[in-house]
C-alpha cells in the first residue's frame, strides 16, 4: 500500500467487495459468449514498438529518461540532481496515469472520473488530501479525456511505455520546482515537448541526434528482444494461409527498418505486404484523407505525395481511408475484416476501433506483472553516477506499482466501519470497450491454431472475458486489496 495507508488499512482490511452490479455480471454463464478468430480476418495489421518489438524495459526506460532529463538540464537549466534516479523511483511509473499540467498533479482515475490515488510530483496525497481537493466528484477534465478527442494543453495521459519515463522525470520536475517556489505556476510542459522533439524528430534517427537513437544503434541488443521463433514461424502461416500483413507505425522509416532487421531478420520486408511509417496515429485514424495523404519514400525520406493508394510497397505517413480501398481491391472484398494489434489505447486501440471499425488486439503486459514483483534482476545505472545505488535494482514498468496499485482495480473507502468497493480504473475500463481481446505478448497465442476461437470483450459477456490466456488476479479474485 502507498505510504501513509496504515490506520485506514487496518481499519477497514476485512471486506473489500464488487459492486452487486459487477457480481451479477461475473455470473452470467458462457451460453452469451461471443467469439473472435484470425482465421475470420482478411487483414492482420501490426504495430511495431511495444507490439511486434518488445523491448527490455527496464534498459530502455533509463535510455528514455536519460534523452529527456539530459536536454532539460542541458538545454533548458534545470536541476542536474535530475540526472541521477534512485532504482526505487521506478515504482513512481504505471500506465494510465493522468498529468494535471496545470497543478503538476498525478491523477489515477476511476471508470466514472473520480480520483482514486493522486501525487503532486512524486509525493503521495493522503485519502484525506484527495477527499478535500477533488472530492467525489468527477475530475474537472474528465469529459475530454474519456472522449479521446485529442491530447490537451490542460493533461496529458501516460499510456504507453515510451511515455511512461517522461512521466518520472516530470514527476521529479515538480518535485525540483516546488523545492523553490512552492506557489509558482507549473510551464516546463513545453520544455519537455522540446526534449521529445529534440531527440524524436524525423532527421533525428540519420543525424544521430539527441541520446537515444545513437545508443539504440550501438547496442540494439541491450534495448530490443528478438522475435521468438514461434511468432516469425506464425507470421510465416498466416502469410501462406492468405492473409494480407500490415505493419502501421508511428516510428519513422529508418528507424522502423533497424527494428524489423534486429527482431525478424533482413528478409522481413517479405512478409509484409504493405509498411506505413511515420503514421503519426492517432491522426492516422482519425484525419481525413486530403490532410493526411500517403507518401513515397526513397532511401528512407519522404518524396512525393499521393492522392490515392494504389499498390503495396513501403510508404509514410497516410490514413487508414485510403489504406482501406486499396485493401478492397486486394482482397476482392467489398468489407474486408481487420484486426490491428497495438499496445497504445489512444493511439492504437481506440482509434482503430471508433474511426475505422477494425477489430483490436491490446498488448497489455501489465497481464504478465499482476503481482507486486520483486526488483529486477537487472542491475541500475544511476545516470551520472554510476555505481552510486550498486545493488539496487528498478521495478520492471510492467509490474505493480506499490504508490498506484493495480492498472485496473482499486478501492475506494466506504463509511466508518464498511467495506470498501472495489472499482474499475478507467484504463480498465477503456480495455474492456475498446479492445475485441487483450493478450501480454503476441507468443501468448503463436502456438494456437488459427482458427482458434477466443472469446472477445462485449456487453453480453463477464467484465473478464477478453482477457487471454486468463484474465488480471485483481479482477479474477475477489480478495482484499492493498488500500489507498
Not at 523545492?179 to 510542459?189: C, E, G, P
Not at 477478453?466 to 479482477?475: H, N, T, V
Given at each position: 500500500a502507498a505510504a501513509g495507508s496504515g490506520s485506514r488499512k487496518a481499519r477497514r482490511r476485512a471486506a473489500v467487495s464488487f459492486p452487486e452490479s459487477a457480481r451479477r455480471v461475473c455470473g452470467r454463464g458462457a451460453a452469451m459468449a461471443q467469439s473472435f478468430s484470425l482465421a475470420d480476418c482478411e487483414v492482420i495489421a501490426f504495430d511495431l514498438d511495444h507490439t511486434l518489438c518488445r523491448y527490455n524495459l527496464v534498459e530502455s526506460s533509463q535510455l528514455i529518461y536519460e534523452s529527456f532529463a539530459q536536454y532539460m538540464v542541458a538545454e533548458k537549466g534545470y536541476d542536474k540532481e535530475l540526472l541521477n534516479v534512485p532504482p526505487e523511483s521506478w515504482d513512481f511509473c504505471c500506465k494510465g496515469l493522468v498529468l494535471d499540467l496545470e497543478d503538476g498533479s498525478f491523477l489515477k482515475l476511476a471508470q466514472d472520473g473520480t480520483v482514486l490515488r493522486a501525487s503532486h510530483g512524486t509525493k503521495h496525497m493522503t485519502s484525506e488530501e484527495i477527499l478535500e481537493k477533488y472530492g467525489r466528484r468527477e475530475w474537472r477534465h474528465f469529459k475530454t479525456m474519456s472522449?479521446?478527442?485529442s491530447r490537451s494543453a490542460k493533461y496529458y495521459v501516460f499510456d504507453n511505455y515510451f511515455d511512461l519515463p517522461?512521466?518520472?522525470l516530470c514527476a521529479r520536475i515538480v518535485d525540483s520546482l516546488n523545492?523553490?517556489?512552492?506557489?509558482?505556476?507549473?510551464?516546463?510542459?513545453k520544455d519537455m515537448v522540446a526534449a521529445i522533439q529534440h531527440n524524436y524528430k524525423t532527421s533525428a534517427f540519420k543525424e544521430n541526434c539527441g541520446t537515444y537513437f545513437p545508443e539504440v544503434k550501438r547496442n540494439p541488443d541491450k534495448y530490443m528482444q528478438s522475435c521468438p521463433e514461434s511468432v516469425k514461424k506464425w507470421l510465416r502461416k498466416l502469410k501462406d494461409n492468405g492473409k494480407i500483413l500490415l505493419l502501421i507505425t508511428s516510428s519513422h522509416s529508418d528507424y522502423c527498418r533497424l527494428v524489423c532487421e534486429h527482431i525478424l531478420g533482413n528478409d522481413f520486408a517479405e512478409l509484409f505486404g504493405i509498411v506505413i511509417?511515420?503514421?503519426?496515429?492517432?491522426?492516422?485514424?482519425?484525419q481525413p484523407p486530403n490532410q493526411r495523404p500517403f507518401w513515397t519514400l526513397e532511401n528512407d525520406e519522404e518524396q512525393e505525395a499521393l492522392p490515392s493508394l494504389d499498390k503495396p510497397g513501403w510508404y509514410s505517413q497516410g490514413n487508414s481511408s485510403h489504406l482501406y480501398e486499396l485493401l478492397k481491391k486486394m482482397t476482392g472484398k467489398l468489407e474486408p475484416k481487420v484486426v490491428y494489434f497495438g499496445d497504445s489505447m489512444h493511439s492504437d486501440i481506440f482509434s482503430a476501433r471508433h474511426y475505422s471499425n477494425w477489430e483490436t488486439v491490446l498488448i497489455l503486459e501489465e497481464l504478465r506483472g499482476d503481482t507486486i514483483m520483486a526488483f529486477s534482476e537487472t542491475e541500475a545505472e544511476p545516470i551520472g553516477k554510476k555505481g552510486k545505488y550498486e545493488g539496487h535494482h528498478p521495478k520492471p514498468l510492467h509490474a505493480i506499482s506499490k504508490q498506484w496499485g493495480s492498472y485496473f482495480v482499486d478501492t475506494i473507502a466506504a463509511a466508518e466501519d464498511t467495506a470498501e468497493t472495489l472499482v474499475k480504473t478507467w484504463p480498465c475500463?477503456?480495455?474492456s470497450a475498446y479492445s475485441t481481446i487483450t493478450i501480454p505478448s503476441i507468443e501468448s497465442i503463436a502456438d494456437l491454431p488459427l482458427d482458434y476461437r477466443f472469446t472477445r470483450f462485449s456487453s453480453k459477456n463477464s467484465i473478464t472475458a477478453?482477457?487471454?490466456?486468463?484474465?488480471?488476479?485483481?479482477?479474477s479474485t475477489h480478495q482484499p486489496m492493498a488500500s489507498k
Open positions: 472522449g479521446m478527442v517522461g512521466a518520472l523545492q523553490h517556489n512552492a506557489s509558482q505556476k507549473y510551464d516546463f510542459w511509417t511515420n503514421a503519426l496515429k492517432p491522426g492516422f485514424f482519425s475500463k477503456c480495455v477478453g482477457y487471454f490466456p486468463k484474465p488480471p488476479r485483481a479482477l
